[in-house]
């Protein structure tokens, strides 16, 4: 067990990809804690991680440095994802906020640290990136100060250190003039050429001067606030979280109490331990305040619950989490495809994975519909939803999804309808900022901020959430992938009024079977194919996006060329079909009208309406 004065606790906060997994990784490495063998990001151990280059949940690792040891936790940048920030804060001393030394302050970035802030916690600003040739010190330098100010920091909060670093290349300085002397060294050509010593560190010296240890007292009963839930086929549910007062040992009774009634919801004896060094859990026999522990035995609490000795009486405080701004509905897919390719379908299924989802991760809100067939979703984002969604499917499910819609309230004096709305900060080229605020204007985008830095211009926009639906990618599109797009939730605020934007019409199958080439080649001119030859549908089934302005088009795409004698003696005319665009989760998210339903399995993503008889949809169409 470390002494408490030996303990430092720091979580490391930044905008999405501004590199804090990568700079974790270096200081892992250079620590000795992980093997150069060992591939890159290892701190992102979930595959959708590692494949979309994102955090999406939190990661606490531990480095021992001179004889102190560091606890480290490694946060999301993305907002849907913020509800694992908030939570993370309170297992920590002090915050590192990491910024790209390039792209600046950016909206996640005054997100993360208004959390930090309010929490009273000390940042250290690590300027990350500052090799890049793009690199502008000075000017973000400003930037950061001015965030400082405007959120309302402390006079010691204001009085924070920085280091200049590069995760990538594994240094970091104190000093600016070396930082410029490393990276002058690292791009001459000439090998000879040899610069200041560099490594990782000056980090982790700063860290043990500018963070606190820990302020608690083993002497008092054990308790400890609940941050995170990990499963265990064998131990079943883990609870991360820093110990707040006490010591515990294995064997020691626990109980679990509500966070919000302090009711005891749970009394069990605690069986296993666990303390992460590097990317390995090692079993411990006991633990003291101010540790970050992983606990197992206890198996009714939640995130944010107590677990505390029998004589504490008291929850300990937590901090509450943003609402939830958008819905969707998860159900049983009853497609005529359905359950060809899932091994888990059933209702009951799908509302115990939910319910395990909903225990870890505190930003999901699940409700059951008045269908009991399905359950209603509130998350933070497209984003955060498409995630869950992608993971089920990877997992056996089959599912039948209904659009995002945004969560209105309603004032509680003058019973004005209220929307959420978010802070859109977009970076792109000066040629695309016209098509960009006109396309946001639209979305009823109201530009608060215009500002160009280097070959950049910089827009700040206030915009409804359900503005937003969909329009990321529209965004990549309308910049030939070239901007960059961020947005956060700051608020409610009078509904807006209706949106002026209509998406295309679509071309909805009109039989059941398998899809024809000959088929295709006639709807083709119509409009766009989502499509293949070969693959199967049915009635109602979308299969693309209709070319005028008009209602929807039924079509028939199982019509095959009708061979006769006098047909199969000539020679055929090969059909050749424009390639399809295979539309992402994200994608299709954002395209699926109100009257249509988007429904998952493991290997396909298809669009369908609603309701697929073409006479009742017609007639539901007229009545509504």
Wanted: aromatic share 4%.
């Amino acid at each position: 067990m470390a002494p408490l004065e030996r303990i430092r606790n720091i979580g490391i906060i930044a905008h999405v990809d501004h590199g804090k997994t990568t700079l974790v990784d270096c200081l892992l490495r250079q620590s000795g804690t992980l093997l150069d063998a060992q591939s890159d990001r290892v701190m992102d151990s979930n595959a959708l991680e590692r494949e979309r280059g994102i955090t999406i949940l939190s990661k606490v690792t531990s480095i021992i440095h001179k004889g102190y040891k560091i606890n480290i936790v490694d946060t999301p940048g993305h907002a849907d994802f913020g509800g694992e920030v908030e939570r993370i804060l309170s297992m920590v001393d002090g915050v590192a906020l990491l910024v790209d030394g390039s792209e600046g302050v950016m909206t996640q970035t005054k997100f993360v640290l208004n959390k930090a802030l309010q929490q009273n916690l000390r940042p250290l600003v690590v300027f990350n990136k500052v090799d890049r040739p793009s690199a502008r010190i000075d000017e973000v330098d400003n930037e950061i100060m001015d965030l400082f100010m405007n959120l309302g920091a402390s006079e010691e909060q204001l009085d924070y250190p920085m280091i200049f670093a590069s995760g990538k290349q594994g240094w970091a300085t104190e000093s600016r003039v070396t930082s410029e002397a490393i990276v002058e060294a690292e791009s001459n050509p000439d090998p000879s050429v040899t610069g200041p010593k560099a490594d990782m560190i000056p980090l982790l010296d700063l860290i043990i001067k500018h963070v606190r240890a820990p302020s608690a007292e083993r002497s008092e009963p054990f308790s400890m606030l609940v941050t995170q839930i990990d499963y265990n086929p064998y131990l079943g549910k883990c609870y991360v979280g820093r110990i707040t007062s006490g010591v515990v040992k294995i064997g020691d009774r626990l109980k679990a109490l509500d966070p919000e009634s302090g009711a005891v919801i749970d009394d069990n004896k605690v069986s296993k331990m666990f303390l992460r060094v590097g990317v390995e859990q090692v079993a411990i026999e006991e633990a003291g305040a101010g540790e970050i522990i992983t606990l197992a035995g206890v198996q009714n609490a939640g995130v944010n619950s107590t677990l505390c000795h029998p004589s504490v009486t008291e929850p300990l405080p937590f901090i509450p989490v943003d609402p939830p701004t958008i819905s969707m509905a998860f159900g049983v897919n009853d497609s005529p495809l359905g359950g060809q390719e899932g091994t888990r379908l059933t209702s009951n299924m799908i509302r115990d994975r939910l319910m395990q989802e909903a225990a870890t991760n505190v930003a999901l809100r699940i409700k059951e519909a008045a269908s009991k067939e399905s359950f209603e979703v509130c998350g933070r984002g497209e984003l955060q939803l498409g995630i869950l969604i992608e993971s089920m499917r990877r997992e056996g499910f089959e599912l039948s999804i209904s659009p995002p819609k945004v969560i209105f309230k309603t004032d509680p004096d003058s019973k004005a309808l209220l929307e959420p709305v978010e802070e859109v900060t977009i970076d792109v080229d000066p040629q695309y900022s016209g098509t960009v605020i006109e396309k946001m204007s639209q979305r009823k985008g109201e530009l608060k901020h215009f500002t160009e830095f280097g070959d950049k211009s910089r827009l700040i926009f206030e915009c409804p959430t359900r503005g937003l639906l969909g329009y990321t990618s529209e965004f990549k599109n309308d910049t030939h992938g070239t901007g960059v797009l961020n947005h956060v939730f700051a608020g409610y605020i009078p509904h807006k009024g209706p949106l002026n934007r209509e998406r295309k019409p679509v071309l909805v199958s009109m039989a059941t079977g398998q899809i024809q080439a000959y088929s295709l080649n006639t709807i083709e001119p119509r409009g766009k194919l989502f499509v293949l030859p070969g693959e199967k549908t049915y009635t109602g089934m979308i299969i693309g996006e209709y070319n005028r302005e008009e209602a929807d088009l039924e079509v028939n795409p199982t019509r095959s060329k009708h061979v006769t004698n006098h047909r199969a003696a000539g020679k055929e005319e090969a059909i050749r079909l424009t390639p399809i665009k295979q539309m992402g989760l994200e994608e299709v998210i954002a395209y699926v009208n109100q009257d249509e339903v988007i429904e998952v399995t493991p290997k396909t993503i298809r669009l369908r309406k609603r309701i697929l008889d073409p006479t009742k949809r017609k007639h539901s169409r007229n009545q509504s």
